[in-house]
């Protein structure tokens, strides 16, 4: 049963604290993306990557987040420093060729800055 | 950029029909997706539309008009379990980077209730 899987599941932590979450897309995805969501905003998509390259990450404040792969079987976001207003659940979502097709959601981490 | 509405909340009952309507204005188009999401959890791919028309998926239909910027996901003999949050989704025209991208609504919360 393939599936996307994240780490943490949870993370509280302090604010200026560095964050890193983890992401393991399924085997054979050539598409990963990081979204982001909260109750106000929604599912807001972050940073995507095509066979490791980052295509977009215009959606994420490039002064505290960036986004990685440093292989085919991980993809990590880090939060350097962390800001109570960055308190949301972030999903990493994996799909075939590009997008084409559905993409598959890890089930997420939710952090929280205090 | 993408503009995607739809209704906040809807409340239907066991047994009945229900029609969630999603409302998008972009600046490319290449097919409308559907997905669920469970409270606390991820979102799970419903359906897609990229062409003008009725997609029918068991209990699950989802409609598309291009020209009017509108689809729904019409959902028959509802049951407890149907309750959830329905994620309009739409993917962009080929992005000439390698990749397409999806930009997600807000997101109907919908209750079954008895």
């Known amino acids: 049963d393939a599936r996307v899987t994240q780490t943490p599941r949870h993370k509280v932590t302090e604010m200026g604290q560095e964050v890193t979450m983890r992401c393991q897309p399924i085997?054979?995805?050539?598409?990963v993306f990081w979204y982001r969501q909260t109750m106000m905003q929604g599912l807001e998509l972050l940073a995507y990557f095509r066979n490791r390259a980052p295509l977009d990450d215009s959606g994420m404040p490039k002064d505290r987040f960036s986004a990685e792969m440093p292989d085919a079987t991980l993809a990590t976001l880090k939060i350097q420093p962390s800001e109570p207003r960055d308190s949301a659940v972030y999903f990493c979502?994996?799909?075939?060729?590009?997008?084409?097709?559905?993409?598959?959601f890890g089930p997420g981490t939710r952090l929280t800055v205090t | 950029g993408q503009n995607i509405d739809q209704p906040t909340e809807m409340t239907a009952t066991e047994g009945a029909i229900v029609q969630i309507n999603c409302t998008y204005q972009?600046?490319?188009?290449?097919?409308l997706f559907w997905y669920q999401q469970h409270a606390g959890e991820a979102p799970t791919f419903l359906s897609y539309n990229v062409l003008d028309g009725l997609e029918e998926k068991g209990r699950f239909s989802s409609f598309l008009s291009r020209s009017k910027g509108y689809s729904y996901l019409l959902l028959k003999e509802l049951q407890m379990k149907d309750s959830a949050s329905y994620l309009c989704a739409v993917r962009d025209s080929y992005s000439g980077a390698g990749s397409y991208q999806l930009t997600f609504g807000k997101g109907t919360k919908l209750s079954v209730i008895p």
């Open positions: 972009t600046s490319g188009f290449n097919g």
């Open positions: 085997l054979g995805h050539n598409t």
């Open positions: 979502a994996s799909g075939p060729e590009s997008g084409l097709l559905e993409q598959y």
